[in-house]
């Protein structure tokens, strides 16, 4: 497992650095953890799903029989400030 995850993304990045951080590695399995920050920066639920439709279209472009695991953690409240 080679692990090319990178924070604050959004689903759109992966599309855009699939080159850099998918192809290249052509594996057999691909898992998308995303959505997340979509949600958090007003995208609707339909956007965030047809942008994975995107990043599901560009990898079997390339690696046509590798298996996506998209998954979305539900976005959590944002942490209270305490220093109020």
């Known amino acids: 497992m080679i692990n090319r995850g990178f924070g604050g993304s959004e689903i759109t990045d992966s599309t855009h ?3 850099r951080v998918i192809f ?3 594996r057999r399995w691909f ?3 995303a959505g997340g920050n979509d949600l958090w ?3 609707s639920v339909e956007q965030v799903f047809a942008d994975y ?3 599901r279209w560009a990898v ?3 690696l046509p029989d590798a ?3 998209f998954y979305l953690l539900e976005p ?5 400030d305490t220093a109020r």
Do not use: T
């Open 17 to 19: 650095f699939a080159g």
């Open 24 to 26: 290249p590695f052509s």
């Open 31 to 33: 898992f998308l953890r």
């Open 41 to 43: 920066a007003g995208k």
């Open 53 to 55: 439709k995107e990043v």
């Open 60 to 62: 079997h472009a390339q």
């Open 67 to 69: 298996k996506i695991v």
């Open 76 to 80: 959590q409240p944002r942490a209270l």
